[in-house]
């Protein structure tokens, strides 16, 4: 999901400072919206690592996310907390297949390819040993092997992480829930490119589609201190 550089904000509308402070905002913002709590069981919840590329968290790249320095800190932990308990982590990386962007080759006009070393993962994230697919569209369910893998695992709740919110991160959590899959939005484990377009997100997904949460909620209920 390549970007043209003159559609990207350069200004963090968050950081790991004001995190705390947005989260508050966020949940005020959105709690006429929310609606069911799911059971979280730890034996069946996976964790989604959503296309966290150097392709947007990288200030040299001209796709950089600024937001993604606040949320990269929360990723990495609660990669580690799930990979401790042996619990699913499953990365995404975006690339597009030359010849078969299709409509995403329309709307970006700038590809990501495998072969341009900004698509590959962040290496901050430790991706080690965890399973990772190859997307081609928002969607990680698009083309892929997520549906399988997580059938496999006998995983009915995702928590979804990763960016960009209301792109890939927002599409992958609206074809799980038609899936019957539980999704757990991260509210501080997701960024994009600016924070109306976040906001937005976080308010559809409550009202349609998943339980939005902080990451220390999420540890809360999968009873992690």
């Known amino acids: ?11 963090a509308y968050v950081t790991p400072r004001s995190l705390p ?14 609606r069911h709590p799911y059971a979280i069981r730890p034996d ?39 990979r401790k308990d042996g619990m699913p982590v499953i990365f ?4 597009d297949l030359e010849g078969r ?15 341009d070393p900004m698509s590959r993962l962040d290496p901050r994230v430790d991706s080690e040993c965890c399973r990772i697919i190859r997307k081609h569209r928002y969607s990680a369910f698009a083309g892929t092997r997520l549906a399988s893998m997580l059938r496999r695992e006998k995983v009915d709740t995702v928590a979804i ?15 799980a829930f038609m899936r019957d899959i539980r999704v757990v939005f991260l509210m501080d484990g997701t960024a994009t ?3 109306a377009l976040h906001v937005s997100s976080l308010r559809t997904l409550a009202d349609g589609f998943a339980e939005v949460m902080t990451c220390r909620e999420l540890q809360g209920r999968l009873g992690w201190k």
């Open 101 to 115: 962007e299709g409509l995403m080759g329309v709307w970006w006009k700038a590809p990501i390819r495998a072969g």
């Open 193 to 195: 490119q600016d924070e």
């Open 21 to 34: 402070r947005k989260v508050t905002s966020w949940k005020r913002q959105i709690a006429g919206y929310e």
């Open 44 to 82: 069946r919840t996976a964790l989604l690592v959503i296309d966290m590329q150097s392709y947007f968290t990288s200030p040299d790249s001209h796709a950089f996310l600024p937001a993604s320095g606040a949320i990269l800190p929360q990723i990495v932990r609660l990669v580690s907390m799930f």
């Open 92 to 95: 995404t990386r975006h690339v």
């Open 161 to 175: 992480s990763g960016v960009m919110t209301h792109l890939c991160c927002e599409t992958t959590a609206r074809e």
């Open 1 to 11: 999901m390549g970007h043209a550089t003159d559609t990207m904000s350069k200004k």
